[in-house]
Structures are given as structure tokens and as C-alpha cells.
């Protein structure tokens, strides 16, 4: 079985300053990972996802992320945020091969941008 | 359609009712998935089809969900004798292809679901 722990529920930030959205995960088995973002009153939508290889993986919208597989971490950061960014953003995992339909989610970090 | 469309967009319904609750997939979508999310919470898994077939259905809560696709398109979920626990958004999901290997899911805005 996973987890996905996203250690803060809401991260206020000043537009144009870089932002960090902490992710850690807990698995007895390799995971793909994944960050989900949901606008209001919209349906989430991919980010970006880590399956294998580079363990920095870029996104839509300037976003990147960089697995760790030592501290179990997939954290996202972009380095100049905008107003458009304020969103719900969730981090999750899937076992590879079979069941990895099944994404496990965290329960979400609320970004709000401050102009 | 352009998106995944779930309705209604907001159901109340009192204690003991029956619910049921519409997902169009994306034309052509081989994959389609249920989650619900409580609020506070991220979504939790509750089935997935491949087509027709119901390849799994671990994470319903109870025999009161039931859930079908019976033609491989539009989906269905169903609670039966709602509980005040059912109160949650209920997001459907659906994929190109089996959904697995990091594929990308294309979400609904969701149905919240207010039982009374």
C-alpha cells in the first residue's frame, strides 16, 4: 500500500516569488508519481509525472519537480508565480505495472498567490 | 465532447434517498474512473472499467455503491439508502487506454453530493 503526505494545507505567496509544495510518500515498492492542479469550479488536471530516468521532470505552466528516492520526496517548484497559479494542487503515486490505474492522493496544498 | 461532463453539478439528497450520478468520458475513452472526495481530503479511488467490464472495484465503500457502464460510454454511480458519511464530491476520470503505466486521466468538474 501508499501514502502521500502533503505537509502544508495552504501556502500563501507574493506574485513573482519562487514556491515550493512539499510531497512525501510512503511505499513498499518503486511508484510513479504524479502533481494534479485544480482550478475552481474545474476538474484536475496533470502537471507532470515521474515514471523513470531524470529525476527532474518539467511541467506544463513552468512547473517542475524532482524525485528523491532517499528522502522519498517529490516536491514542486516554480520559480516565479503568478496570479493564474492560485489553485489546489495534489500530489500522488501508482504502484508500476499492475494497478498502477490506481493513483493514491494526498490531500492537498492550496496555493493562494498574493498580487 | 471537449471534457469529461458529470451531472448534475450538485445533488442534496435526504437521508435514505437514492442517488445516481452521470459520467460522459471523452469520446473514445477506453477508461473510466470513480473517486470520491470527502472534503479536506484528496479523492480516494473507488472503481475503475476498462469498456463495459468493471475491472475493479476495491475501493466502494459498501454494497449500498454500485456502479456500471453497461455499454462502454456513459457511466452511472449509484447509492443506495445515502448516509450522511456519502457527503463528498464524486469525481469520474476517464483515459485513452487502459488508464495504467502514468497514463494521463482527464477529470470531470465533479458532482457534490450534500446528504441531509
Known amino acids: 500500500a501508499q501514502s502521500v503526505t502533503q505537509l502544508d494545507s495552504q501556502v500563501p505567496v507574493f506574485e513573482e516569488a519562487p514556491v515550493e509544495l512539499r510531497c512525501n510518500y510512503s511505499?513498499?515498492?518503486?511508484?510513479?508519481l504524479f502533481w494534479y492542479v485544480q482550478y475552481p469550479n474545474q476538474g484536475l488536471q496533470l502537471l507532470l509525472k515521474?515514471?523513470?530516468?531524470?529525476?527532474l521532470v518539467k511541467g506544463i505552466n513552468g512547473f517542475e519537480a524532482e524525485f528523491n528516492k532517499s528522502q522519498t520526496s517529490f516536491h514542486l517548484r516554480k520559480p516565479s508565480v503568478h496570479i493564474s497559479d492560485t489553485a489546489e494542487y495534489f500530489c500522488?503515486?501508482?504502484?508500476?505495472?499492475?494497478?498502477?490505474?490506481?493513483?493514491?492522493f494526498g490531500k492537498g496544498t492550496k496555493l493562494s498567490v498574493i498580487p | 465532447g471537449a471534457g469529461v461532463s458529470q451531472s448534475p453539478r450538485y445533488k442534496v439528497a435526504k437521508r435514505g434517498q437514492d442517488v445516481a450520478l452521470r459520467c460522459d468520458p471523452i469520446?473514445?475513452?477506453?477508461?473510466l474512473f470513480w473517486y470520491q472526495q470527502a472534503l479536506g481530503q484528496g479523492p480516494e479511488f473507488l472503481t475503475y472499467?476498462?469498456?463495459?467490464?468493471?475491472?475493479?472495484k476495491s475501493g466502494l465503500p459498501s454494497d449500498r455503491f454500485f456502479a456500471e457502464r453497461p455499454e462502454g460510454s456513459v457511466s452511472t454511480l449509484k447509492i443506495q439508502r445515502t448516509q450522511q458519511e456519502d457527503s463528498a464530491v464524486y469525481l469520474c476520470?476517464?483515459?485513452?487506454?487502459?488508464?495504467?503505466?502514468?497514463?494521463?486521466?482527464?477529470f470531470g468538474s465533479g458532482t457534490q453530493l450534500s446528504v441531509l
Open positions: 472499467f476498462q469498456n463495459e467490464a468493471q475491472l475493479d
Open positions: 469520446s473514445g475513452h477506453v477508461s
Open positions: 500522488a503515486v501508482s504502484p508500476p505495472a499492475a494497478g498502477s490505474y490506481q493513483l493514491t
Open positions: 511505499s513498499s515498492v518503486s511508484v510513479y
Open positions: 476520470a476517464s483515459s485513452l487506454a487502459s488508464g495504467g503505466e502514468g497514463e494521463k486521466l482527464f
Open positions: 515521474y515514471l523513470s530516468g531524470s529525476t
